[in-house]
């Protein structure tokens, strides 16, 4: 295929997109993907530098930072990334200006693991919930959140969006995905709360609506805000396209941008590793039925089946993970490709 490719004059890959005031060099997302390297305070550093930055360096248009905490507990792990201080903020501020100097465009995933943190760190002395019900048999116990608690956690994704933006980030994505805890909310096999944010489908999606409208606020009309949503919990019972539909409609009125679709992890045996999931079909589904923008991510492994997505209107950007951690350049080598013709 690189040979087809190769002869080929343009690519959609490599035109430009403007989303509010921000234009992308190209087309191409780096997945967002916690590197596990984060000092126990939650502070990037050199491995982040290096990991994003030589991507940038290898010409990709919007360099995904991972999920990033937007409190203590919400970190998954001792080595996840955070962006609830200042001084986790102050260290993305290299990052984020080397990237920049590449021409490429940051933005940085919000994020919250809920019942799925491991809690191995002192960072992480209790793993919180939508309900008191743990992941599996070997997850901590969550503390079921009170809705004041979830009212704090919405102000939270707004203050690190407000800091995200102050050290030069140009676009926001929610995580609401992987089971994590904005998905533990929206999912019916999950979220067993009464009250403004459990119950029903419009109090279940409240939380992650409030804090679409809270992080618009905090980041002003011209920066891009993308949800990563799960589209499907791949599981019987669970929240599936014909529930996400409604929802995105209702994102999209709150400001969100374009849908990053994700699919599974809601509960044990049902995550997207374990069961094949169409990654483009999803997308596809979520563009024809709301119009808005999507990106599709997962199992793009070649130039080819990018293009792909991209020339069959599934999606507006595609998201390349695992391809780029074995080659960081591989849209520079596009661009030669097609130069060389
Ligand atoms: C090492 C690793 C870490 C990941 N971390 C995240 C993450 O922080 N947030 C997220 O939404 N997805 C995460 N993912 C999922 C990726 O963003 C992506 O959706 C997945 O790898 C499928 O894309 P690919 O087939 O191009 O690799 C991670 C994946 C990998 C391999």
Do not use: K, M, Q, Y
């Given at each position: 295929m690189a040979d087809r490719l190769r002869f080929k004059e343009t690519l959609m890959l490599l035109d430009p997109l403007k989303i509010r005031d921000l234009e992308l060099p190209n087309r191409v997302v780096m997945a967002p993907m916690s590197q596990r390297s984060a000092d126990q305070t939650g502070c990037a550093n050199s491995w982040h530098l290096v990991h994003y930055g030589s991507r940038a360096v290898g010409g990709v248009g919007l360099v995904m930072i991972e999920?990033?905490?937007?409190?203590?507990?919400?970190?998954?792990?001792?080595g996840a990334l955070g962006l609830y201080t200042d001084e986790q903020a102050a260290a993305l501020a290299p990052i984020v200006e080397f990237c920049h100097q590449q021409g490429a465009k940051v933005g940085v995933q919000l994020g919250h693991t809920g019942r799925k943190a491991?809690?191995?760190?002192?960072?992480?002395n209790q793993v919180v919930g939508a309900?008191?019900?743990?992941?599996?048999?070997?997850?901590h116990q969550p503390h079921a959140l009170t809705d004041e608690e979830i009212g704090d956690l919405v102000a939270a994704f707004g203050q690190a969006a407000a800091r995200a933006s102050q050290v030069g980030v140009d676009v926001i994505e929610i995580h609401a995905s992987h089971g994590y805890l904005i998905h533990e909310f929206l999912s019916p096999l999950t979220n067993h709360r009464s009250g403004p944010y459990g119950g029903d489908p419009e109090a279940n999606s409240r939380f992650l609506l409030d804090i679409v409208e809270r992080v618009r606020a905090a980041c002003g009309p011209g920066m891009p805000l993308f949800v990563r949503l799960?589209?499907?919990?791949?599981?019987?019972g669970g929240w599936h396209a014909d529930d996400a539909i409604p929802v995105i409609n209702q994102l999209s009125r709150a400001g969100c941008d374009a849908i990053d679709a994700a699919a599974g992890g809601?509960?044990?045996?049902?995550s997207s590793f374990e069961i094949p999931v169409d990654f483009r079909n999803l997308a596809a589904q979520v563009r024809e039925r709301t119009g808005v923008p999507t990106i599709v991510a997962g199992g793009i492994s070649s130039a080819e089946a990018a293009e792909a997505a991209l020339a069959g209107s599934d999606c507006d950007l595609v998201a390349i993970g695992r391809l780029l951690l074995t080659n960081p350049f591989w849209v520079n080598s596009l661009k030669e490709s097609t130069q060389a013709r």
């Open positions: 999920d990033s905490a937007v409190s203590p507990e919400g970190r998954g792990h001792g491991f809690a191995d760190s002192d960072a992480l309900t008191g019900a743990p992941f599996n048999a070997s997850s799960a589209i499907d919990d791949l599981a019987d809601a509960v044990e045996g049902a």
